[in-house]
């Protein structure tokens, strides 16, 4: 028997229109636009795969319990439904709610960084790294050497390297080391899984040296459902369960409910320390607000409440799992390489190999993400030499990988727009050898890819 497509487990309740355009109006889109995406407004884009944050369809549940959103300022029932699903999935002892997951970094990070401290991460998201990096301390990424290879084949590319992890703080000494994060998924690698096994390794580790254990949560029932689907022993065991084990390995976490939690805005930073806690709600009450709705409406607390318990359904995350290795796989077939394997929540082209006649400092990652627009009105975002390039000295030099990412948001596109995407790269490919670099025509001083201008290299015969 063959195997049965795995569809979407919700049917459609409300839709979005989308405004169909011709290659002719985005040429205009793109042109206006200085050919950066970032600058081009949504609906002038038909798929937007620019990112999976805060962009993922809510459920009739969710917008039902929108509806019981009460917002007195304090003591709010609906932070009382918020904190109770938080603790059924993460028991920590102190949940504060944040407006997104990098106000939960800002607050941890001003409290436990500071210059001489040193933070090690599988690999730093970057809105993590610049927290650390804003208060003198330093961010040091010790994923895997697998982790590091595009085209390497392990099930948990996203572990830790726990002999380096285990170096690092013998040299630097454990009052260097505030806390040893982990990143599940681990995002900036390509949205790779952590194994419990190696979180357990972390934690003998942090415990030999007495250092607590954070998790950036964001991607934690993908992470589960990798757990579930592919670690010994873990495929009669509930998704919810994997994820209180996983909690039960840390000190604390870090989170965006912009991902997984499937709600549009949201987060928290929980933890078990006393102390520590008072002293992060002190300093939540000077930018987020009181400690029972930290920079939420009572109604997002509701959202994300709801979100948290359809987040580690079985038939949804196996969906949603399928799904992006549906993108990856059909990308391959159109003889596009793609990072290998497929993450939980993306899909990353390895650009420099696709348009190997653009060199690096062309811009293929850009190139392309143009093509992808012009030909079809997607919007994906570069990961390569326009974010990563220009150094601090003011020099240009080549990112270690020229990377496109397709993130695919959560409920929102359905088959036949993930089909369509394959379409338009599988007519990419047949014309690859047309595509030419790009130049920067202007460009900030920090932060480029979100401003920068660019357009066509002449053709040099
Ligand atoms: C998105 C993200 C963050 C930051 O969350 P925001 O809600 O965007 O502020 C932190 N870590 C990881 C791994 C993320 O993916």
Redesign the pocket.
């Known amino acids: 028997m063959t195997a049965r497509t795995i569809f979407e487990p919700f049917r459609i309740h409300s839709v979005e229109p989308l405004r169909i355009t011709t290659e002719a109006e985005r040429r205009l889109a793109l042109e206006a636009a200085g050919l950066n995406l970032f600058k081009l407004p949504a609906r002038d884009v038909l798929v937007d795969l620019l990112t999976d ?1 805060g962009t993922g369809a809510m459920s009739r549940d969710q917008w039902a319990a929108i509806q019981h959103g009460d917002e007195s300022y304090a003591g709010s029932p609906s932070w009382s439904v918020f904190l109770e699903a938080v603790q059924e999935l993460f028991p920590f002892k102190h949940v504060i709610p944040t407006h ?3 106000a939960a ?1 800002r607050i941890i990070f001003s409290l436990l960084g500071g210059p001489g401290k040193v933070f090690p991460n599988n690999t730093h ?1 970057d ?2 790294r610049a927290n650390i990096e804003y208060t003198g301390a330093e961010a040091v990424d010790l994923v895997i050497a697998e982790g590091r290879d595009p085209a390497a084949l392990h099930p948990f590319k996203g572990n830790m390297d726990l002999e380096a992890l285990d170096e690092l703080i013998a040299e630097r000494g454990c009052e260097s080391v505030p806390a040893v994060f982990v ?1 599940i998924t681990n ?1 900036t690698g390509g949205g790779q899984p952590v194994s419990l096994e190696n979180l357990r390794g972390v934690r003998a580790i942090c415990d030999r040296y007495e250092v607590p254990l954070f998790l ?1 949560a ?1 991607r934690f029932a993908e992470n589960a459902w990798f757990i579930h689907e592919r670690e010994p022993g873990y495929d009669g065991v509930a998704v919810a369960d994997i994820v209180r084990e996983l909690a039960s390995l840390a000190d604390g976490m870090t989170m ?1 409910a ?2 997984d939690p499937l709600a549009n805005i949201g ?1 928290w930073l929980a933890l078990n320390d006393d102390a520590l806690a008072d002293r992060c709600r002190n300093l939540e009450i000077l930018t987020e607000g009181f400690p029972t709705y930290g920079g939420l409406a009572g109604r997002d607390l509701e959202a994300i409440a709801q979100g948290l318990k359809e987040a580690v359904d079985h038939d949804y995350l196996r969906y949603r799992i399928r799904s992006t290795a549906y993108l990856s796989d059909g990308l391959q077939r159109a003889g596009i390489p793609v990072l290998q394997p497929a993450g939980g929540h993306a899909v990353y082209i390895d650009a420099r190999a696709f348009l190997p006649h653009i060199e690096p400092l062309h811009y293929p990652g850009q190139a392309l993400a143009v093509a992808l627009y012009l030909t079809g009105g997607i919007r994906s975002c570069e990961i390569g030499t326009v974010m990563f390039g220009r150094q601090p000295d003011g020099s240009e030099t080549p990112a270690a990988m020229d990377l496109v990412r397709l993130a695919v948001p959560r409920r929102t596109y359905t088959q036949s727009h993930i089909d369509y995407v394959i379409e338009i790269g599988a007519e990419i490919a047949e014309r690859s050898r047309d595509l030419r670099g790009l130049r920067i025509t202007w460009e900030p001083q920090t932060l480029r890819h979100f401003t920068a201008r660019f357009e066509p290299l002449r053709m040099s015969v």
Do not use: A, H, I, L
């Open positions: 944050s997104q997951g990098r970094e998201f809105t993590t990143t995002n950036d964001c965006s912009k991902k987060g």
